[in-house]
């Protein structure tokens, strides 16, 4: 059986659909050539000619080698979805983690709505969801917040946080995301908030919160998130900066000299509220970690980028 790449079948279904009479003799084309041997070379050898019936023999031979059909090529399906049509599942574009996010709901462990026999789940519990689930669950569940969490062991131990009175209140009704790295995927994550602000009804219900490092690293990425509102930090870095730095071994000053590219970038985005934070990161040359802010039991609170 011919082994085509998805670069073969895109220039095979350009020239099938467009009924290109010739095509450049290239790289990509001479693999085809050698694997089909449809099409009349000229005497330059720059070009490859096709005749009508070529455009069907093309057809005919990629379906039955490939199992596709290239006047209906469609890459951008997951590989359950293309296992139906061809033994190469990896054709397809959309990879396994792209559609999954890392979750946990508080609220989903507590009363009659957790039926946990095995005694499995508790407020470290998190779950590989679909987005459709996620999405499902904020339309129909009173969650208010969306939590965007940057490292993963703070993921995991996020409910050790100290988080005041009205955040705390708050995240009773909140979803917890993992931000995405290593082996998750932080397609899903972005496709999620993707559709949270494509639906007018769930970007007015949810609030969407970034819970990252105290520095202009973790800032650029709450910046970066789709819909990012709020800031989850300490509340000293907002009322008292000063006693927040003279905490021992907390800021980790040869770190924020790392990230004169997120420094730049930040200066030229209008940061709202975020300002006096910036430019208090940068005057006094601030990286405070997430590890910290929760071994050091600092109170966390919620700063929103525009009032």
């Not at 779950?127 to 939590?147: A, G, Q, T, W, Y």
């Not at 300002?275 to 005057?283: G, R, S, T």
Request: proline share 3%; aromatic share 8%.
């Amino acid at each position: 059986m011919t082994a085509f790449s998805k670069t073969q079948l895109n220039v095979i279904a350009n020239a099938v659909i467009k009924r290109s009479s010739r095509v450049p003799f290239n790289a990509a084309w001479k693999k085809i050539y050698r694997q089909l041997e449809i099409g009349q070379l000229d005497g330059a050898g720059k070009y490859l000619h096709f005749s009508l019936a070529d455009f069907d023999l093309l057809r005919e031979m990629v379906n039955i080698d490939a199992g596709v059909d290239v006047l209906n090529l469609d890459f951008n399906v997951d590989r359950m979805a293309i296992s139906n049509i061809t033994s190469k599942e990896k054709y397809a574009n959309i990879r396994p983690e792209a559609n999954y996010v890392l979750v946990k709901a508080p609220f989903m462990l507590t009363g009659e709505v957790c039926r946990d026999e095995f005694g499995l789940f508790d407020e470290q519990t998190a779950f590989r969801l679909h987005i459709d689930r996620v999405i499902e669950v904020c339309r129909n569940k009173p969650v208010s917040d969306l939590v965007i969490v940057e490292n993963l062991d703070i993921f995991d131990a996020v409910h050790q946080g100290d988080f005041n009175v009205e955040l705390s209140r708050r995240l009773g009704n909140a979803l917890f995301v993992y931000r995405g790295g290593g082996t998750h995927s932080a397609a899903g994550r972005k496709s999620l908030l993707k559709q949270i602000q494509n639906d007018a009804g769930l970007a007015a219900k949810i609030t969407i919160s970034a819970f990252v490092d105290l520095d202009p690293a973790g800032l650029q990425i709450a910046c970066l998130l789709d819909g990012c509102q709020q800031l989850i930090l300490p509340d000293l870095a907002v009322s008292q900066p000063d006693r927040l730095l003279n905490i021992p071994q907390i800021n980790d000053s040869s770190d924020y000299y790392k990230q004169s590219r997120q420094v730049s970038h930040l200066e030229r985005l209008d940061l709202g509220e975020w300002q006096p934070l910036f430019n208090w990161m940068c005057l006094s040359k601030v990286s405070i970690k997430q590890q910290h802010m929760l071994t050091k039991n600092l109170l966390l609170t919620g700063l929103l980028r525009n009032k």
